[in-house]
T-cell receptor, first 112, second 109 residues
């Protein structure tokens, strides 16, 4: 099974709200990723976790706060977002950082 | 970081035609993947191919790492092949993947 699940599928939030995106995999993968994809653009890497530790932060603003509570779960906490943060947020996982990545279906976020 | 360039940006085919998509990259890579993104945004894995040649049904891919390019071949195209095809690469900084801008393929019946 190569499934990565993400919840919610859609999220609308105001600029003063706090919300969280959730990503889960049960493939025993030790690396997990967050990407952001704007319309008609390629995905852009935001964060990489390896063995539950943050290993790459692509200079993402602090209003995005990742968390990896265990090896199967990855969260992205959102606070005080801007309308330009509206995008498709994709989670991925891989056996290790050099291996094939598998993507979830994404969360479509709209910030009003 | 690694630069990734995909060509052509757009491709329109009649059903049954063959096509070749290209991905050029600027440095040595440890990881190269081809994806198909469907209209709902799901990225579907096509190939994990940092080097060599692989085939899966009507699709095949070749990566020539020494010359820094990869090719994706689609034969006997079908309307369901429509969508955006991305190449993603990672170099010595494992896990730091960079996507190309993609090729948008439209297959007409």
């Amino acid at each position: 099974d190569t499934e990565v699940t993400q919840t919610p599928k859609h999220l609308v939030m105001g600029m003063t709200n706090k919300k969280s995106l959730k990503c889960e995999q049960h493939m025993g993968h030790r690396a997990m990723y967050w990407y952001k994809q704007k319309a008609k653009k390629p995905p852009e890497l935001m964060f990489v976790y390896s063995y539950e530790k943050l290993s790459i932060n692509e200079s993402v603003p602090s209003r995005f706060s990742p968390e990896c509570p265990n090896s199967s779960l990855l969260n992205l906490h959102l606070h005080a977002l801007q309308p330009e943060d509206s995008a498709l947020y994709l989670c991925a996982s891989s056996w290790d950082r050099s291996y094939e990545q598998y993507f979830g279906p994404g969360t479509r976020l709209t910030v009003t | 970081g690694i630069q990734v360039e995909q060509s052509p940006p757009d491709l329109i085919l009649q059903e049954g035609a063959n096509s070749t998509l290209r991905c050029n990259f600027s440095d040595s890579v440890n990881n190269l993947q081809w994806f198909h993104q469907n209209p709902w945004g799901q990225l579907i894995n096509l190939f994990y191919i940092p080097s060599g040649t692989k085939q899966n049904g009507r699709l095949s891919a070749t990566t020539v790492a020494t010359e820094r390019y990869s090719l994706l071949y689609i034969s006997s195209s079908q309307t369901t092949d429509s969508g955006v095809y991305f190449c993603a690469v990672a170099g010595t900084n494992a896990g730091k993947s960079t996507f190309g801008d993609g090729t948008t393929l439209t297959v007409k019946p």
